[in-house]
């Protein structure tokens, strides 16, 4: 008794001490991390070109040349647009400050000869704690510096996808040349899987990520909201972080057009809207899209928010999600950590329950016969 009780304590001690120095490493190395983890992402991204290229025997420096090229100049015309639009919308708080002031004194004095309001809602019911200008644009300000912050170690993402990009090359040679030809053969197809299905997964949500935000930047524009770039930016960003993420992406834009319309109306049509589309594009599209892929457990996307968000900030909660699901991907793909995935998921598919009955049935005839023997 005392034996399993000290070998459960030695557990749980190495698994604290384990956990503490993830954290240390992670929080101490974030500056290599961080740009580390986006440049595996944007290689995923541009890999379906890079392989297009090399298909045509384009060779591998010139195709790694061109996606550098155009990494290059699709982020120098974001940051364009995201500085120009962040800059201005800086120097226009003080503006919407004048404007909210105007319109919270017109909706005040609407209110008081309201029965209603005097007798249940003046006492809670404070708007000004949470429509004000500069806690609006405070938020958005470090929410959007945040994502910015992408772009703050460009040249050492450039360095790590010229690396990485490199690898997809040469590693298959290097595997043959280490394992025997069935060892190879079993461990190319595990690491196959794995990158085509991680892929598959970044390159979707990217996609998906777009386009949401193209959709998001045409209603704003059609409803003349403010900035509609800012909001579409913020938008393709934050969608990576599941629920949360569109929430704010979306509550930041309709909170400005509140201030900016001096009326209830068109930005109660616009939540409409953006909401609607929010629910289509995470509901619809998604599951229709990843399946299984995306099928991450409600409760750990929680805990990954919280974690990668204290340890990362910002970044990290953008990332929380692309990490979770290269882990859970990564772990399906192996037959020893297979469980440890099913766990991870919201949902186990007819695949998983058939697979693991054919299991649990190969174990029970393997006990019978032991029986027997």
Known sequence: MNTVFGSKT?????????????????????TILIPFFIAIIISMIFSPLYDIMRRKKIPAVIAII????????IANITSLFVYTSITSFKDAIPKYQSQFTTFFANMNASLQSNQFYNDF???????KKFINPAT???????LISGAAGIFGDF???????????SEIASIKERMNSVYTDEQYKKVSDIAAKIFEDVKKYIVGKTIINLV???IVYIILLAFGVDFPVLWAFMTFFMAYIPNIGVIIATI??????LIQFQNFIIPAVLLAVLAVIGNLVGNVAEPKIFGSR????PLLLLFSLIFWGYVWGIIGMILSVPIMSMIKITLSNIDGTKNIALMMSNKISEDDKNNNAEKQSKIFNKIRNLKRS
């Open 155 to 165: 040249i050492l993402i450039l360095i790590y996808i010229i690396f990485i990009l």
């Open 10 to 30: 030695v557990k749980i001690a190495a698994g604290a001490i384990t956990a503490a120095l993830l954290y240390i490493f992670l929080k101490e190395f974030q």
């Open 121 to 127: 809602l003046k006492g809670s019911l404070q708007l």
């Open 136 to 142: 609006i644009g405070s938020m958005a300000e470090s």
């Open 252 to 257: 930041l834009p309709v909170t400005v057009a």
């Open 294 to 297: 995306l099928n991450l457990s």
């Open 66 to 73: 061109v996606i550098l090229l155009l990494i290059i100049i």
């Open 212 to 214: 949401h935000a193209t």
